[in-house]
């Protein structure tokens, strides 16, 4: 078991703002991609940044290495 598991709480931020930010970072290193996204400003939602950012780097990670 755990000793001292670090406590994180949800919180609310911006989806759109967050996709954005990731798509840069990923147009930059893959310059020979075409990375598009259709976002809503102000698409505010409560969860764990860091950890849904995880998944949409996963997401973006396994299209790159199995798409076509």
């Known amino acids: 078991l755990l ?3 670090q406590v994180v709480s949800p919180r609310v931020f911006d989806l759109d703002l967050l996709m954005r930010s990731i798509l840069d970072s990923y147009r930059q290193s ?3 991609v075409k990375f598009t996204f259709e976002g809503v400003d102000g ?3 409560s969860g764990l940044e860091a950890e849904i950012k995880t998944v949409i780097q996963n997401i973006l990670e396994n299209a790159l290495k199995h798409g076509q």
Do not use: A, E, R, T
């Open 30 to 32: 893959f310059p020979g």
């Open 43 to 45: 698409s505010l939602i």
């Open 3 to 5: 000793q001292n598991p």
